[in-house]
């Protein structure tokens, strides 16, 4: 393990991992520690949609070989309410921007084989007890239980229940929160594209989303409790549910087939406004989370890490500590764009059986104007294809 880098990085998720990739193109020495194996964080399923920024950055480092090769490129989304179904042509209501499908697990993949290509040592996984330490002074540490990394600045990249914001202490911690009364339950099933891009319905029942993975499986997703046991969630019983979500008027059929994975994953908006402590920076989902149905969750992390690449390049270049000090404010604009765009696409599309028939009323109203109003389409699809993003 090394022991003496100049940004020692907590976590081998989309965060660290890009960070690594940025600090390295600049020349600056940096390391991950990683808690979990490197089969387990590649064989984690969660997000799926990347944003045109991202992309087309993974490509300029030179990350992008597989997935211009694999993924799918879609040029909009259906809104599907009322059995009707709306598309939004994304290239014509942004300027000729779209979305990639490409699962994040495939992203951790290409990350990590090219990370560990330029440097066999750039990574450590499976460590025990690991901690940011002294970083409100001069020369923190990163501790573990194989020992310590000494570095100029530690990122905390190291998820939602990582060590890295919970060391910040409790009483300097500005947070905002609001968890919502539903999760959702997602499968991968062996069965080709019911449709070539994503639908995202609004039902009685619940919400459902059809999402794609290659042409052998799709990924889907139902609204559900969160305290849900999956044990209660049968094949039939999933399969009836998004028939009845998904159904339409017009000719469309859903195409089912085995399904050989599935998960229930709670859902909340989160924001932790104090992204720096002294010398140690907060990244992605230790200091924000949103709701999945935005398709933001990943996209956030990666801007995080290329205003603090930016930041960091800045101070070993010319001593100056200006970006380092504005990198939470930079962030926090984009965040809260993301969070507001998260929370709106979830508030709407789910079905809150705590909301007053009232508010129930207004989404739809909100639906039917995305689906009759050019102007309302534009606001959603140049949020959903990724505000802009100077990398
Ligand atoms: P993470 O991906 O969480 O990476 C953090 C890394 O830090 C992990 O590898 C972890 O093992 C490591 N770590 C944690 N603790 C320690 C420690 N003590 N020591 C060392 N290492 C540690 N977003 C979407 O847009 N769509 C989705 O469908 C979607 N589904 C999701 C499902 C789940 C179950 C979760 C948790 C998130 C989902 N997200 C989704 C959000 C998206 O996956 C995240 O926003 C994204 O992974 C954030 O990347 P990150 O690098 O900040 O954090
Ligand atoms: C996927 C995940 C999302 O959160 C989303 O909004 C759209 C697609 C996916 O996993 O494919």
């Given at each position: 393990m090394k022991r003496k880098v100049q940004v020692g990085i907590i976590g081998a998720g989309p965060a660290g991992l890009l960070l690594a990739h940025l600090l390295h193109r600049q020349g600056i020495s940096a390391a991950i520690v990683e808690g979990r194996t490197r089969e387990a964080i590649e064989g984690t399923i969660r997000a799926g949609v990347l944003e045109q920024w991202t992309v087309d950055l993974l490509i300029a480092l030179g990350l992008g070989e597989r997935l211009k090769r694999e993924a799918h490129f879609h040029d909009g989304?259906?809104?599907?309410?009322?059995?009707?179904?709306?598309?939004?042509?994304?290239?014509?209501?942004?300027?000729?921007?779209?979305?990639?499908?490409?699962?994040?697990?495939?992203?951790?993949?290409?990350?990590?084989?090219?990370?560990?290509?330029?440097?066999?040592?750039a990574i450590r996984f499976g460590v025990r007890g690991v901690k940011p330490?002294?970083?409100?002074?001069?020369?923190?540490?990163?501790?573990?239980?194989e020992g310590r990394i000494e570095c100029d600045f530690i990122a905390g990249c190291d998820g939602f229940h990582g060590p890295s914001r919970q060391a910040i202490p409790a009483q300097h911690l500005r947070c905002y929160e609001t968890v919502y009364p539903f999760g959702w339950l997602g499968?991968?099933?062996?069965?080709?594209?019911?449709?070539?891009e994503l639908i995202y319905a609004r039902h009685d029942r619940g919400?459902?989303?059809?999402?794609?993975?290659?042409?052998?499986?799709?990924?889907?997703?139902?609204?559900?409790?969160?305290?849900?046991?999956?044990?209660?969630?049968?094949d039939d019983r999933i399969w009836n549910e998004l028939r009845q979500r998904l159904e339409t008027d017009e000719d469309w059929r859903?195409?089912?087939?085995?399904?050989?994975q599935k998960n229930i994953v709670a859902m909340r908006s989160f924001v932790c406004e104090t992204m720096r402590w002294g010398r140690l920076f907060l990244a992605g989902d230790a200091a924000h989370i949103v709701p999945p149905t935005g398709a933001k969750g990943l996209n956030l992390a990666a801007a995080d890490v290329v205003v603090l690449a930016r930041a960091l390049e800045s101070y070993y270049r010319t001593g100056g500590t200006g970006l380092l000090d504005s990198y939470?404010?930079?962030?926090?604009?984009?965040?809260?764009?993301?969070?507001?765009?998260?929370?709106?696409?979830?508030?709407?599309?789910?079905?809150?059986?705590?909301?007053?028939?009232?508010?129930?009323?207004?989404?739809?109203?909100?639906?039917?104007y995305v689906a009759s109003s050019e102007a309302a389409q534009r606001a959603l699809a140049e949020n959903y294809v990724g505000l802009p993003m100077e990398v």
């Amino acid at each position: 393990m090394k022991r003496k880098v100049q940004v020692g990085i907590i976590g081998a998720g989309p965060a660290g991992l890009l960070l690594a990739h940025l600090l390295h193109r600049q020349g600056i020495s940096a390391a991950i520690v990683e808690g979990r194996t490197r089969e387990a964080i590649e064989g984690t399923i969660r997000a799926g949609v990347l944003e045109q920024w991202t992309v087309d950055l993974l490509i300029a480092l030179g990350l992008g070989e597989r997935l211009k090769r694999e993924a799918h490129f879609h040029d909009g989304i259906t809104l599907r309410f009322n059995r009707a179904s709306h598309h939004l042509d994304f290239p014509a209501l942004t300027g000729g921007k779209r979305v990639t499908v490409y699962a994040q697990h495939e992203v951790i993949k290409d990350l990590v084989a090219a990370l560990l290509e330029k440097d066999p040592e750039a990574i450590r996984f499976g460590v025990r007890g690991v901690k940011p330490r002294d970083f409100d002074g001069d020369h923190p540490a990163i501790e573990t239980e194989e020992g310590r990394i000494e570095c100029d600045f530690i990122a905390g990249c190291d998820g939602f229940h990582g060590p890295s914001r919970q060391a910040i202490p409790a009483q300097h911690l500005r947070c905002y929160e609001t968890v919502y009364p539903f999760g959702w339950l997602g499968i991968l099933a062996k069965a080709p594209p019911s449709h070539h891009e994503l639908i995202y319905a609004r039902h009685d029942r619940g919400f459902a989303l059809l999402s794609t993975r290659s042409p052998e499986v799709q990924r889907l997703y139902i609204q559900c409790d969160p305290a849900d046991d999956l044990a209660e969630w049968s094949d039939d019983r999933i399969w009836n549910e998004l028939r009845q979500r998904l159904e339409t008027d017009e000719d469309w059929r859903l195409t089912e087939g085995p399904i050989f994975q599935k998960n229930i994953v709670a859902m909340r908006s989160f924001v932790c406004e104090t992204m720096r402590w002294g010398r140690l920076f907060l990244a992605g989902d230790a200091a924000h989370i949103v709701p999945p149905t935005g398709a933001k969750g990943l996209n956030l992390a990666a801007a995080d890490v290329v205003v603090l690449a930016r930041a960091l390049e800045s101070y070993y270049r010319t001593g100056g500590t200006g970006l380092l000090d504005s990198y939470a404010d930079t962030c926090l604009k984009r965040i809260w764009r993301g969070e507001r765009f998260s929370w709106y696409m979830t508030t709407l599309l789910h079905k809150n059986d705590a909301e007053e028939d009232f508010v129930q009323r207004i989404h739809m109203a909100d639906l039917d104007y995305v689906a009759s109003s050019e102007a309302a389409q534009r606001a959603l699809a140049e949020n959903y294809v990724g505000l802009p993003m100077e990398v």
